[in-house]
């Protein structure tokens, strides 16, 4: 079944505690993302990969770090994470390298960050 | 920059009834689309429209676009209890990123 796949799907964690989100897509997707959602706020993106080795700053980056050593993985990783970093994240991945065609997302990872 | 903004933030109708959203965007763009997610679920797309269409029809789904008002709106008819959910729009002003609205949370009553 073609999907994206996110782990954990939730996860609570202190401030501080290094963590990652990992990111799972199998239909060869040139293009991944990561949006957090926060009530009222809609989805903002944190990064974006165009390609395998290819990364870059969304809106808002700060705290966050990803890789894309493999073009079906896209980790997410919050180096110290911070209780404003609890929301609720979203990985989705496009055909094309363009993110203006149509995105496919994951289930949600649901942070707690205490 | 988050550029959606969507009208209203909330709907709440009867069966059968139909239900509009509406969108604006703040800069040109390649396209937008619609995108539905059910309560703490994964988004899905429902439709795409591009920079150079005026309306487009999917199903039970009418989306236009004015670009000229840098807006979009999302027609559902014939509303169903399964079509309470959250939609939001999504515009692309480039390759690089797809800029999400803040959505409307519509719930059809039965």
């Known amino acids: 079944e073609a999907q994206v796949t996110q782990n954990p799907r939730y996860l609570i964690t202190v401030t501080g505690k290094k963590l990652t989100v990992t990111c799972s897509q199998n239909?060869?997707?040139?293009?991944m993302s990561w949006y957090r959602q926060d009530p009222g706020l809609g989805l903002r993106q944190i990064y974006y990969s165009m390609n395998v080795e290819v990364t870059d700053k969304g809106d808002v980056p700060e705290g966050y770090k990803v890789s894309r050593k493999e073009k079906r993985n896209f980790p997410l990783i919050l180096e110290s994470p911070s209780p404003n970093q609890t929301s609720l994240y979203f990985c989705a991945s496009s055909f094309l390298a363009d993110a203006s065609y149509e995105q496919y997302f994951g289930p949600g990872t649901r942070l707690t960050v205490t | 920059s988050q550029q959606g903004e969507e009208d209203p933030q909330a709907l709440s109708i009867q069966e059968g009834e139909n239900a509009t959203m509406n969108c604006s965007y703040k800069?040109?763009?390649?396209?937008l689309q619609w995108y539905r997610q059910n309560s703490g679920r994964g988004l899905v797309h429902l439709i795409l429209?591009?920079?150079?269409?005026r309306e487009k029809h999917s199903g039970r789904l009418r989306v236009t676009l004015d670009t000229s008002k840098k807006s979009s709106s999302l027609l559902i008819t014939a509303s169903r209890a399964a079509d309470t959910a959250s939609y939001f729009c999504?515009?692309?002003?480039?390759?690089?990123?797809?800029?999400f609205g803040s959505g409307t949370q519509l719930t059809v009553l039965p």
């Open positions: 800069t040109s763009i390649n396209n």
């Open positions: 429209i591009r920079s150079n269409e």
């Open positions: 239909m060869n997707h040139e293009y």
């Open positions: 999504a515009s692309s002003g480039s390759a690089r990123q797809l800029t």
